[in-house]
């Protein structure tokens, strides 16, 4: 089984600060890796598909990046509708297995 | 316009099963291009992957899940279930199903539904 690691678990910043996410696997899920993003009572909505295609209708401050075993998502500049939780999840077979999430808080 | 609707039971018993249908509307379930999954997430915690099915293809499951859930498809009501036997209290939860693009990730979900296991 793939394990996720995300980190950090909790991140502080501010409105317009830049901020990175980052999800390490076990072992190489090569580019099979996508971000979501979850706001308590609603559905997680996916942001960024095959480590760095960014959705429809995502906005272009959300990128992501890394193959192999290390992936990150960076916010750009952050707007007050960032402030969630975000997951990873890895899709490499047939066992899609979730990072343990980044509760992303205003500072 | 492709939607995914939870439905089940809200309370259930501790050793009961679990019996959660996901009716989908806007887009047929009898494709190769998708995978059908279950997701829950306990209070407090983070998301966690159930398992999927795939049309006219196998089932996979978490790992720790494997010896108690069943995941089918009924595609004359364009619906999957999850059935997870023998619950306990940490089965509490949000459980969510969804549409899992190949290639892409779960690109449509339902609102989710919340699952309590308590006598």
């Known amino acids: 089984d793939i394990q996720m690691t995300q980190s950090p678990s909790t991140l502080s910043a501010s409105v317009g600060d830049r901020v990175t996410i980052t999800c390490r696997a076990s072992q190489s899920i090569s580019g099979w890796l996508a971000w979501y993003q979850h706001k308590s009572g609603k559905a997680p909505k996916l942001l960024i598909s095959?480590?760095?295609s960014l959705e429809s209708g995502v906005p272009s401050r959300f990128s992501g990046s890394g193959s192999g075993t290390e992936f990150t998502l960076t916010i750009s500049s952050l707007q007050p509708d960032d402030f969630a939780t975000y997951y990873c999840q890895e899709y490499d077979g047939y066992l899609h297995s979730f990072g343990q999430g980044t509760k992303l808080e205003i500072k | 316009q492709m939607q995914l609707q939870e439905s089940g039971p809200g309370l259930v018993k501790p050793s009961e099963t679990l019996s959660l249908t996901c009716t989908v509307s806007g887009d047929s379930i009898s494709s190769s291009s998708y995978y059908w999954a279950w997701i829950r997430q306990p209070p407090g915690k983070g998301l966690e992957w159930i398992g999927f099915?795939?049309?006219?293809?196998?089932?996979y499951y978490d790992p720790s899940l494997e010896s108690r859930v069943t995941i089918s498809m009924d595609t004359s009501k364009n619906q999957f279930s999850l059935n997870l036997r023998s619950l306990t209290a940490a089965d509490t939860a949000v459980y969510y199903c969804?549409?899992?693009?190949?290639?892409?990730?779960?690109?449509?979900w339902g609102q989710g539904t919340l699952v309590t296991v308590s006598s």
């Open positions: 099915i795939k049309y006219r293809g196998n089932d």
């Open positions: 095959k480590a760095s």
């Open positions: 969804a549409r899992h693009l190949i290639y892409y990730g779960l690109h449509y």
